[in-house]
């Protein structure tokens, strides 16, 4: 069994979760180099050390920030490929959901700071491509794998095929990091999202 959380192990908790809000409005409004953990320590309204105690480096806060903002894109990404749904039902679902959640703002600021301060510090894009997009990838290749042995798309290599899925999903976000266009209406996203997987319907239909 396990043992009930304590006084103390709540009080933790809550305070991790304060760090890790703050930590992460930071990094995404600032960036990873412009965040320090002074600056997060001062926010805080404690010590450094306290800080510290929690998390014993910037790149460890950041990781643990990079949870805080994946957990919830990654649980509703599964939940679209639950079986029991025929897979254009399921297809659909998941790049709905996906692209709802990558033209979202904080996930725009996300891919702006890895993208721009990946070439100094490349663990962030490591961290970040451990906690998001290999997780996504290799649940979706999953998926495609177990539809190809049902008959309902053609013998590949499933992990191909969930990144050619994944790319035709992200056919505009690009102009959503480049800053070149506003927020898209949701009569286009909704179409993106149709054209995306009849696409990959076309390209993996049964031989």
Request: charged letters at 25%; a positive charge; one cysteine or more.
């Amino acid at each position: 069994m396990f043992a009930s959380p304590t006084r103390r192990d709540e009080s933790r908790a809550a305070r991790q979760a304060a760090i890790i809000a703050i930590a992460r409005r930071n990094f995404l409004d600032h960036g990873y180099a412009a965040t320090s953990m002074s600056t997060i320590a001062g926010k805080l309204g404690g010590s450094k050390g306290t800080l510290w105690a929690y998390f014993p480096s910037k790149e460890a806060l950041f990781a643990a920030v990079l949870d805080d903002v994946t957990e919830a894109f990654r649980a509703q990404l599964y939940d679209a490929l639950r079986p029991g749904r025929d897979c254009r039902t399921t297809l659909l679902d998941f790049a709905r959901r996906f692209s709802e959640k990558l033209l979202s703002p904080d996930a725009v600021s996300l891919y702006r700071l890895v993208i721009g301060e990946g070439g100094r510090f490349p663990e962030i894009g490591r961290l970040f491509d451990d906690r998001g997009p290999a997780q996504v990838k290799a649940r979706l290749a999953t998926y495609l794998e177990r539809e190809m042995a049902a008959g309902h798309f053609r013998r590949a290599d499933p992990f191909r095929a969930a990144q050619h899925l994944i790319q035709l999903i992200q056919i505009r976000h690009n102009t959503q990091l480049w800053g070149s266009a506003g927020p898209l209406p949701a009569e286009e996203r909704e179409r993106d999202a149709q054209d995306a997987v009849d696409l990959f319907h076309r390209a993996y239909a049964p031989d």
